[in-house]
């Protein structure tokens, strides 16, 4: 079974920083890229960032380019996204997800096991 379990998310004020985690197990993750999303309440899930799995390429929305970084410990099947200058509109449920392919992608419809989510609140 496989299972994905975010944490390190918050509140956090304007300009503050937080990291995620994203713990994988139940299978191997070699050879398969990963990626964060997240949900605002009202909205639609967006892509934000995606790495592939010896973390050559990555991607990232427009709008945390610069703010945001993701990387991996494939040692420790672990996702990790570092948020810093975090805005108001960075408020969010997000998650983390393994694609189904090698290379990155903005597709929610490419990535096949999902974790549970973790809020993250930004406060102005």
């Known amino acids: 079974q496989v299972q994905l379990v975010e944490s390190g998310g918050g509140l956090v004020q304007a300009g503050g920083s937080l990291r995620l985690s994203c713990a994988a197990s139940g299978r191997t993750f070699n050879n398969y890229a990963m990626g964060w999303f997240r949900q605002a309440p009202g909205k639609e899930r967006e892509f934000v960032a995606a790495i592939t799995w010896l973390g050559i390429n990555t991607l990232y929305a427009d709008s945390v380019k610069g703010r945001f970084t993701i990387s991996r410990d494939n040692a420790r099947n672990t996702l990790y996204l570092q948020m810093n200058s975090l805005k108001p509109e960075d408020t969010a449920v997000y998650y983390c997800?393994?694609?189904?392919?090698?290379?990155?992608?903005?597709?929610?419809?490419?990535?096949?096991?999902w974790g549970q989510g973790t809020q993250v609140t930004v406060s102005s």
């Open positions: 997800a393994t694609d189904r392919n090698s290379a990155v992608s903005t597709a929610a419809d490419e990535y096949d096991y």
